[in-house]
């Protein structure tokens, strides 16, 4: 059995008819409701649940000082290369877009580490496009070995991988995976996702199990919110967080709830989320999942970020770059063009310093890898 099992469970479920027939009192029943079932999921992301959005705020914040405190924990985000083979219409690293492509040299990886270190960080998030060729499991490996040397923690965001090749990176050094579903309607990610290896929804929506199954340490599953209608994604999203809770219960489970930002090509966002429909996101999961991670990312406001803080957010990126290099190595912006724009470009020093002044602790090492 899989997840993919449970989506099949309710991938026809009448959603549009399910949320409209969820009463006042259903939503209010489920903000207090011990019970983390589907019912109260789908009740608390239903537009009667909007009703209650301070009572749900005031019930997510209590759970997240139960459960993680006045912590923040602080990561950045690292470009090792853009090549890509996939040809995701919502992305600027798509292969057909006519954009320079690099990959960062092992000399480059240890200038950009110690400039990000030299800010304090400690847990650093290695992305690259989706090119086998260009950025092979070899090359990534090596800049593991450098990245090892600079921080204790050291989290993927790449391809989805075989569970064999899990294993590898995890005896490297890697303690976190970091794989977005994207969209988990299956049609509409067929659509969006016209060719390459990530057309593969079957291959990617099981790749967190299999790097569950090797003994990662945590994994971070996600949806990009704007693609299709925001209540079944965040749906389908927290079933899974909830079966890898449950499934693999030495794991760390966490959730990012990323929108569509600006990107190079046309790509038109067909279901535009609100700010209010990102609270209720937050203070629904937290509801639903007490002890999930929650990341949030730089694509929101500053004002946004810190309205959202105390609702249940656990992890944000601070300092980012969304170009290859940007840290130390010098990168020419009118040609290395950015995978998104970033919204929040504070660095990590102003990032520490709004925490402090809320008082949250800003936590930079929570993790020391073997």
């Given at each position: 059995m899989s997840y993919y099992d449970i989506y099949l469970k309710y991938k026809g479920l009448p959603f549009d008819n399910i949320f409209s027939g969820i009463s006042l009192n259903d939503a209010k029943a489920a903000i207090k409701s011990d019970r983390r079932n589907e019912e109260g999921l789908l009740a608390l992301l239903s537009p009667a649940a909007g009703n209650y959005l301070e009572d749900m705020a005031r019930e997510a914040h209590n759970l997240t000082l139960r459960h993680f405190g006045k912590t923040i924990q602080l990561y950045t985000p690292m470009y090792l290369s853009n090549y890509c083979d996939n040809e995701?219409?919502?992305?600027?690293f798509n292969h057909n877009n006519?954009?320079?492509?690099?990959?960062l040299s092992l000399e480059e990886v240890e200038k950009e580490a110690g400039a990000i270190s030299s800010t304090g960080l400690e847990h650093i998030l290695i992305l690259t496009g989706e090119s086998q060729d260009m950025s092979p499991l070899s090359y990534i490996k090596d800049c593991i070995k450098i990245l090892k040397r600079y921080f204790s923690s050291i989290s993927i965001e790449i391809y989805a991988l075989t569970e064999s090749e899990y294993s590898e990176l995890i005896g490297e050094g890697v303690d976190n995976l970091t794989l977005y579903q994207e969209t988990y309607d299956e049609r509409v990610y067929g659509l969006v996702h016209k060719g390459g290896p990530k057309k593969d929804y079957l291959f990617r929506l099981c790749a967190p199990e299999r790097?569950?199954?090797?003994?990662?340490r945590s994994v971070n599953v996600g949806v990009l919110l704007g693609l299709n209608d925001w209540r079944r994604e965040v749906f389908f999203m927290g079933l899974h967080a909830k079966y890898l809770q449950d499934n693999f219960c030495g794991v760390e489970i966490g959730a990012s709830i990323p929108r569509l930002r600006a990107h190079l090509g046309d790509f038109k966002i067909p279901s535009e989320i609100s700010d209010r429909n990102m609270a209720q996101i937050i203070t629904a999961l937290r509801i639903f999942l007490p002890r999930l991670g929650i990341s949030l990312?730089?694509?929101e406001s500053p004002e946004l970020r810190e309205g959202l803080l105390p609702l249940g957010v656990t992890r944000i990126s601070a300092g980012s770059s969304t170009r290859v290099g940007g840290h130390a190595v010098a990168c020419d912006e009118s040609f290395n063009l950015p995978q998104f724009e970033i919204s929040d470009k504070r660095n990590v020093e102003e990032i520490k310093t709004m925490l402090a002044l809320k008082g949250y602790q800003p936590v930079l090492k929570d993790w020391m890898l073997i």
């Open positions: 995701c219409s919502y992305c600027g006519e954009v320079s492509r690099r990959k790097a569950a199954k090797q003994g990662i990312s730089t694509r």
